[in-house]
């Protein structure tokens, strides 16, 4: 990573020394600590900052959304929000302040260094998008003639750039809420292994929980990361269809076997495989994309004891999965938004999630030019299917 001139605005001493030092250890300039807000403004007058580490909850008569708001105004640089609450009251303070990205304490450095990242990035993109505005705006000013299809072309990149600044602001809060809960057990769970692990014999079975806790939350992150990265490739429009010939039942030991280590609920899984080949042609990465979600969305919303039914089945062009679960469903007044993106039924409950499978899969789908319906009555059956053409 690219070193980094950065403001750190914190009234904990102990904090803001533990932020020094991850900080520096990646090469980065700390150009000042301030412990209020205005000791904050009088740094930056002096010394120009990338970026600004801001504490939410300062002390003094300016805290940190306000200091935020003379920073954006008067410096124009990223600020990144540090605080030790995720509540929705909290929030909504900061969303009114535009934050580039929004850090949880107590933080480790990998998510600090992903954070600082994507703010950059933010920052970058938005300014890049407001100078081909600025440029835009000379166009229409230069040419009166065609001042129609001026405005007319000028109304579209202000509508993109609408919506590209809102999925970037959901995409950042999403990632932010999705690294809370498993960096928290990762963190708790390794500091408790380390003890354990310096133990006899009867602290196996603590161990063993939680490494599996270990296991489930870096799963979850990973998952998290996919989604985020894959969209960003949609995009970008640099999504392709690569196919290679792969050995199909490779595929599904493989696959069931990841889905089988995820689940975290007392869920089996079956499967019910037809006459298929035993080799295919086809976008194996996008492939499990499809059939990795699938299963796991229905894994994660079926009941204690329950189980999902995964059917392959192939008709000599098309290979046919279905996925069939016995768990909450979606209901019938939400069934047309399930494949928009951050959508999320109002009967998920307290089982995480981002929102973002579903879309994935349809991505996946059209790419492939496959097909793929689904039937769902809530609290009884929910089945998927999903038709992919495919070479032998």
Avoid: W
Wanted: with cysteine.
């Amino acid at each position: 990573m690219f070193s980094l001139k950065i403001l750190i605005v914190e009234d904990d001493s102990v904090s803001a020394l533990l932020l020094q030092r991850a900080l520096e250890k990646n090469n980065h300039q700390i150009i000042g600590i301030a412990d209020s807000g205005e000791k904050a403004l009088d740094i930056l007058a002096e010394n120009p900052a990338d970026i600004v580490m801001m504490d939410i909850n300062l002390a003094g008569d300016m805290d940190g959304i306000t200091t935020t708001e003379i920073v954006n105004e008067k410096y124009d640089i990223p600020v990144v929000y540090l605080s030790a609450s995720s509540d929705a009251e909290t929030l909504n303070k900061v969303v009114g302040t535009n934050p580039s990205a929004y850090v949880i304490k107590p933080f480790n450095i990998r998510e600090l260094n992903m954070v600082i990242e994507l703010a950059i990035f933010k920052d970058r993109k938005e300014k890049e998008l407001q100078k081909l505005n600025n440029e835009l705006e000379e166009k229409v000013k230069q040419r009166t003639a065609e001042l129609y299809d001026a405005n007319r072309e000028l109304t579209k990149a202000l509508e993109k750039e609408r919506e590209i600044n809102e999925l970037k602001s959901r995409i950042v809060l999403n990632v932010s809420h999705g690294f809370k809960t498993p960096l928290t057990s990762i963190l708790s769970s390794a500091q408790l292994l380390q003890v354990y692990a310096e133990k006899d014999h009867p602290f196996k079975q603590k161990i063993m929980k939680h490494g599996a806790k270990i296991e489930n939350s870096v799963r979850a992150l990973n998952n998290l990361l996919t989604s985020v990265l894959f969209f960003g490739k949609a995009d970008e429009n640099k999504m392709e269809y690569k196919p290679k010939k792969m050995f199909l039942g490779a595929f599904v030991k493989e696959l069931i076997a990841g889905i089988k280590a995820g689940i975290d609920n007392d869920v089996t899984v079956h499967e019910e495989l037809g006459d298929l080949p035993k080799t295919i042609t086809t976008d194996g990465e996008l492939l499990y994309q499809i059939f990795d979600n699938l299963l796991s969305n229905a894994t994660k919303y079926s009941k204690e004891g329950q189980k999902v039914l995964f059917k392959l089945d192939f008709d000599g062009e098309n290979l046919i999965g279905q996925v069939i679960d016995n768990g909450i469903g979606i209901p019938k007044s939400e069934q047309s938004q399930l494949f928009d993106r951050f959508f999320r039924a109002k009967n998920v409950g307290i089982v995480e999630g981002s929102g973002l499978g579903l879309s994935i899969v349809k991505k996946c789908v059209e790419v492939m030019n496959g097909q793929i319906e689904f039937k769902s009555d809530p609290n009884k059956e929910t089945v998927f299917k999903v038709t992919i053409p495919v070479n032998k």
